[in-house]
Every structure is written in structure tokens, then in C-alpha cells.
């Protein structure tokens, strides 16, 4: 606040006149210095009678001590209240008493006063004290120790007012009080006259730049008073007012060159214009047909067809430059004549009298344009002087001015542009010259829209070609990325598959529903890693020499229709759905070959994807069929199985991208892949798929397989090859899965084998470490590949490294990816794909176990 208060004060101090300011400053300092020489001496004053007072009133202790020692010495208390009332003669002493020896106060003055307010004595010599800490009234205290030789007898107080003190403070007061009055009354008047000396040579200054800003007037001078720092100013100002003047001068006598010579420019210019604007009145005419040009430019680029262009250019040129006829004309140059594509005629009546429509046909020698095959422009002033028919046709119409523009296109007659007037002699040489540059504009637009059709057309087969090439090249794509997922896939269902297996051929007490049960959970989940399989190799048709099977298609769809009823019976019934499942299959259907579980699973899918498109109930028909062609004197027969249902049905947008990966309708409950996956099943065996749908009446999916003269030599070989009987071993199984470990322990034990499991590669080289140093080394290791810290190869390595003739086997979900890509580790005897079958582990230790006899043979 303070703060605030003391900006706002020196902000009011600037704002005052310079004259007051030098005088305020004046009085200010003459009476700070007054000030500060009054308290000097003052201070000086009060210091001298304060040390007055104190020798008087040590005096007088000294006085009264001496005459009371005797009353202290014999304790005599009325001759010292005597002495002590004897002060009353002194005025300024207000107070005062005697102590004994033990500092027990023994008479006081005034006699009536009250024990307490007088002080004890202090315990060291006396010394006066002067302060209002230990006084209740202002004054001055002394204590004075008397003594009867050397004894201390007794203490003496004396108090003394400072009155005397205060009397002298207020002469003083009035002493600098009128000191200061005379002071300023004498400093006003000095600096009423001092301050002249500074403020008139500011004043004449200030004056003199008022009097140049009013009036313009740089001749005008200020006066110096002196040659100090105000005089060196004015002298200064003076120069800068000298300066001024000088540039002024010049800058009017540049301003009157200046006018002079624009009068001449301006005769100049007048000139100039009348030239320019003979000038402007050629190029407006020009610059409307140029923006005629752009304009009509701009509208023929928006089109992609060669009529629109034609139609667009001729109206244009109606509305623009007011031409009565418009033809535009394409040139065949093997029959010689002009084809009408787009006609314009202003007047309606002209319209329904002129014989030529667009489509028609012209011939070039019955008009007078054959030098526009040459590239020239012809011009007919005067159509009745024009000799060919053509002309004289549209003479006897009223058309009496024609201009034929040719369409080149590399210098080659590609169309004309004709245009025609009422009027003789109606088209200017700038007609003509923009018509001419439009015809260039037009040829390339409507040489460009033609081969824009055309190219379309080609680009609309190659469309329909790479489609099929898209459709392949996704299925591959989706066939590499099912490689990353075949190992936790196979991990994970490889129990599944095992445990199955092992119970259907231990297991003798299931009645035949449990076994029906059971070989649904084998095969699906053998399906699975199928399926899985299959996704890599969507892109890829079979090889000659991988092994198919004997298919009956008819007991495929039965076993189909068991498999997905708990789908599309129990669940729909358990929704309040009732679903009807028909087969109709026919008993001419031969046998195929091929892959039995690709084939269930894309029947499996048609099926399910037919119940999703039930959602209230419907029917769902399986039907076989045999199909006879006649085909280039060849009959070729197909087996075809139709999968049709009642349900919601597709649009054609959705029929012709089902089969794409990923495509799907069915939001967060489809993946898209298992239309995908019978495409590629179809595509593999060599068949193809056939969809009928439309909106609310269902769809039928037809698969159309062909059927083979024979059958592959190598169909059910592998169900027929016999498996030798395999001694009893010492193994040892690495997996980091539980399940598959317990598999497999319990798959070769009820083999008669001597099993040990291992979690890790570490602990099982480990424990492969082990067994060789008690003397009881394992006869085959049985690995995962992919294991963390110690991988399978790795654990191949180092068995091989540390025991040569042990036998290695690898089990891992990427088996047959492996074997296909020829990346087996070289330390790898035999390589499993998951889910290990108890058949495949029977042979692969049967030939591992023969190749170890042949080798101790060699």
C-alpha cells in the first residue's frame, strides 16, 4: 500500500511545471540540512545535561551517605528518616531510602509511600542507571553504597525526576521550529529567483519547437542563455532546425522538378492510352475467345465419352459466338466419308426442314472440305457460290456462311467441326483462327475419349483376369499365414487326437455309442491339424506324388450330417428352431480319391454356414448326383453335391466375394475363412464351386468334382503297409508341454518301451547325461522343436556331439512344413509331425531300429 501510495506521489511530481520542481527540491534540501544540524545539536545538548544530572545527584548521594552512616551504623531510623525528609527542599528528587547492610529497606521518603515501589538494592557497586526498563515513572535511579570504613553499613536511593530535561527538549523545539520557518521563507524567496537560471533557457527552447510545429517555419532559432549543458542543447537544436531547413528546401525544389515532369509524363501517357486503348479493344475480343476457349476446354476434360464431347463443344458454340449450325463429323478414311456424330441447329424450324441427322452419312467429295484432309481450314463466304450439293443444301436452308475446321490426330483427317452463319460473310479471321485452335483441343479430347472406351474395355477384362489371380494370390497369403500358427494349433490338439486313440484300442468296455463318440473326437481332431495344413497350401494344387485315398462321397455326407447334428439339431431345438436335414444320394456315384479330411471339412463347413443362415428354421437338402459332358468328341463325368438350404439367402455383391478370406456377414461371430477353406479344397482336387443365391430364397452351393480314370497307385498303400514288431527301448521324451508328455509316455509304454519325460532341452541333455554315465544310456531321443533356452535343434546337436549312434527323433507341429521346405536339421534322424500317432511311432522306431541292426551288421 505503501509502495503504492509513493508511485502515485512522484507520478503527481512529474507531472507538475519544471519551475516548481526546481523551487520544491530547493526547500527539500535546505530543510533536510537544517534538519539534520538542529538534531545534531540537540542530541549534543540532551547528552551535556544528562551527565549534569548525573554528577548532581552523585553528589548529593555522597552528602547524605556521610551523614547517615552514623544512623545506620547504631540503627538509629529516625535520624535517618530525618535526613531523608530533608529532600523535600529538592524538587526534583521524587524518591529515595536507606537500606542496611542486608539490604533491608530502613527509611524512605516520602515517609507515606509504599514499601513495594521502591527497587531492591543491587548486589555490586554502585552505578547510576538512566532507562524505563527498571523505572515505573521516567527519571533517573542511583544507588550509593555507604561504608563505616571498611564495613558496608548500609545503601542509599535516590530517584530524580527529568523534568528539567523536558523543559530544555521544548525550548529547543521552538528554537528550530522558527529556525526552519525563517529557513524556507528565505529559500523561497532565493529559489523563486535561483531557478530562472535552468528553467528560462528550457522554456525559450520548448518555445521555439512550439512555434516550428505550429507554423512549419525552420528558419526560427532559439536564443542561448549560457555555455553549459542547456546552452550546448540549444546550439544543437538550433543545428538539427538548420539541417531541417536545408532538406526542406531541397525537397520542394524536387517536388517542383517533380511536377514538371509529370506534366510531361502525362502527355505521354494520354498518348499511350489512346494506343492502348485501341489496342484493348483488339485484345478483348481475343480474350473472349480464349476464355470461350478455356471454357469449353474445361467441360470436354470432365467427359470420358465421345458424344458428350461433341454435343458439349457445338452448344458451347451456340451460346458464345452465336453460330446458327453446328456439325461435328468423324472421318472414315477407307469409305471416304463423314459420320455424323452431334448436330446443333438454333433454329427449330431450320431443324425439322434439314435432312442430315446424326448417324448419317456424308461423303467427303459431295461437299467442298476435301482440303481439310490436308489439315486446312475452308471458309465459304458465300454458300450459293459453293459448287458441291452439300453446300447448296444448306444455301437453300438460309445457311449462306460456312467454316470446316479438320479433327487431325498425327497428322491424320480424324473428324471435321463445321460451322455455319445466316449471315454472308459472318465468321471474322479470328472466327476462323478460334475455331481452328479449338479444333485442336476437340481432336485430342475426343481421340483421348476413344481410347479411353477402348481402353476400358481391355481394362475390364484384365479386371476379370486378375480377380481370379486375386482370389489365388489371397488364399496363399492366408496359406502363409496359418505356417505361423500350425505349432500352438498342433500343441494344443495333439492330446486330444492321442488320448482318443489310445482309449479306442485299450479300452474294451465302451459300448458302441462311446466308440461312435470316440472316433468323432479322432477324426475331428485330425481335422483340425488338416485344416491347418491346408490354409498353407490354399495357393498350390496337389502334387503327383503326395497320397490320397479312396473316397466314397455318399458315406462322406452321412458321416457329415452325424457329426454337425448336435449343430443343427440339439442346439436349434434347445433355441425353439426346428432345422430338417434330407440327403438324397444317389448310388451311381463312383469312387474318387483324394483327401478325405479336406473334404469332410468342407462339407462340415457348408453345412454349418447353412444353419447360420437359418435363424428361424428351414430345411437343409444334401444331395449327389452323377453328370455325363460331351466335350470335343471326350465324355468327362463329375460327381457333384449339392448343399442347398432355405434360409436368408445373399445378394450378388455378397455371392461374388464369399469365397474371398475374410470376407464374412456375420460380424464378430465369423472369421471368413471357411468358404476360403472349401475353395481351396475344390481348387486342390481339382473341382470347382458353383453358387446359386438371391435375397430371401436361399442358396444352393454346388461342388463339382471330376472323376478320374484311375486310381492313384499309392491310395491306401499306407493303410495296408504292415509295421514290424519293435523291440522294447530305452527312451527318452523332451517336451515343455504336459499333456503331450503324459501322451507320449503312455503311447510307448503300452508299447513295452521304458519311458522318461523332460520338461526342457536343458534338463533333458541333462538327464540324457545322467543315464549315460550309470551305464544305462537311452536307445532314441524323442524332441520338440520349439522349446525356449534350449530349442530342439540344439538338443540334436548335442546328443549327436556326445553319442553318435543314438537316434534322434523330431516331434513338432511343423513337421510336414519342414519336410516340404527341405529344412530338416541334419542331426535329425526322423522327423513327426503332431499329433503323434501310435501307427507313425511304430514305424519310425521300427526303421530306426532296423537301420541300427544294419548298421551293426556293416
Known sequence: ??????????????????????????????????????????????????????????????????????????????????????????????????????????????????????????????????????????GLMLFHKIYAGPDLVGTLYLESDLQAQNELLAHYAGIVLLLISVSWLLTLMLSGGLQRVISRPIFDLAETARTVSAGKNYSVRATRHGGDELGRLTDDFNEMLGQIQRRDEELQKARDELEIRVKERTRDLRA???????????????????????????????????ESIFHVVLRQLEQNLGLDLGVAALFDAQSQTLNVTALQIKNTLLATRFDLREGSTLALMGTDFQSCERGQTVYLSDTFKAPAPFSARL??????????????????????????????????????????????????????ARLHQDLEYAYDELRRTQAAVLQQERLKALGQMASGIAHDVTNAISPVVGFSELLLKQECGLNQEGNRFLNYIRTAGRDVTHIIARLREFYRKHEDTESLQRLNLNALVEQVVGMTRPRWRDITQSNGITIEMRTELSPEVPELVGIESEIREAFTNLVLNAVDAMPVGGKITLRTSVSHREDAGRTSSHVIVDITDTGVGMNEETRKRCLEPFFSTKGKRGTGLGLAMVYGVMQRHEGSVDIQSAPGQGTTFRLIFPVRDQLRATAGKEEEETVEPVAPLRILCIDDEPLLRELLKEMLGRDGHDVEVSDSGQSGLDQFRFARDRGRPFDVVITDLGMPYVDGRQVAKTVKQESPGTPVVMLTGWGALMKEDDNMPAQVDVILSKPPGSREMRKALSRLQAAARRRSRE
Open 1 to 138: 500500500m505503501l509502495c503504492r501510495k509513493a508511485a502515485a506521489n512522484v507520478r503527481k511530481f512529474q507531472d507538475i511545471p519544471i519551475r516548481q520542481k526546481l523551487m520544491v527540491i530547493i526547500m527539500v534540501a535546505s530543510t533536510v540540512a537544517l534538519l539534520l544540524v538542529a538534531a545534531g545539536f540537540v542530541a549534543y545538548d540532551l547528552d551535556t545535561f544528562r551527565k549534569k544530572m548525573v554528577n548532581d545527584l552523585s553528589t548529593l548521594a555522597e552528602i547524605i551517605g556521610d551523614r547517615s552512616e552514623a544512623a545506620l551504623s547504631f540503627k538509629d531510623q529516625a535520624v535517618a528518616q530525618d535526613m531523608l525528609h530533608a529532600l523535600v527542599y529538592q524538587k526534583h528528587i521524587v524518591a529515595a531510602a536507606l537500606y542496611d547492610a542486608g539490604g533491608k529497606l530502613f527509611a524512605r521518603y516520602p515517609q507515606n509511600a509504599r514499601v513495594t515501589s521502591f527497587p531492591d538494592p543491587p548486589e555490586s557497586a554502585a552505578a547510576p542507571q538512566f532507562g524505563h526498563d527498571r523505572l515505573g515513572r521516567s
Open 395 to 448: 444455301a437453300t436452308l438460309g445457311w449462306r456462311t460456312v467454316v470446316a475446321v479438320p479433327l487431325m490426330v498425327e497428322e491424320k483427317l480424324w473428324g471435321l467441326l463445321i460451322s455455319a452463319r445466316l449471315e454472308l460473310n459472318g465468321f471474322t479471321s479470328g472466327d476462323c483462327e478460334f475455331l481452328r485452335m479449338l479444333s485442336e483441343h476437340v481432336a485430342l479430347a475426343a481421340h483421348q
Open 272 to 306: 499511350e492510352i489512346a494506343e492502348r486503348q485501341r489496342t484493348e479493344s483488339a485484345l478483348r475480343q481475343q480474350f473472349v475467345r480464349t476464355s470461350l476457349l478455356n471454357q469449353i476446354t474445361h467441360a470436354i476434360s470432365e467427359r470420358q465419352d465421345m
